[in-house]
């Protein structure tokens, strides 16, 4: 074989792993926002529950549990994109 066949081979090689990489770092990623969007509608929903029925929280409360959440996430967030 020549040389720059080998080398071909060996660059598709490379480019299928590159791949598979990326997949892999797109599915990481779909599933952490899966799961923090998921926390985020259930409290979310308990909160407006809590309002609603008058047990002891207030529209501010929710908002303050959406800021909190919010303040927290956006970090995290940063340092998975960072870790790519």
Do not use: K
């Not at 066949?5 to 899966?34: A, C, Y």
């Amino acid at each position: 074989m020549s040389l720059s066949v080998v080398s071909h081979q060996i660059l598709f090689l490379l480019q299928g792993e590159e791949w598979r990489s990326m997949v892999t770092m797109n599915i990481l990623n779909t599933m952490q926002n899966v799961i923090v969007s998921l926390g985020l509608l259930a409290g979310s929903l308990l909160c407006v529950y809590m309002v609603v029925t008058n047990q002891g929280l207030t529209v501010g409360d929710y908002v303050l549990f959406t800021a909190y959440i919010t303040q927290l996430y956006v970090p995290l967030n940063w340092f998975g994109t960072f870790y790519r």
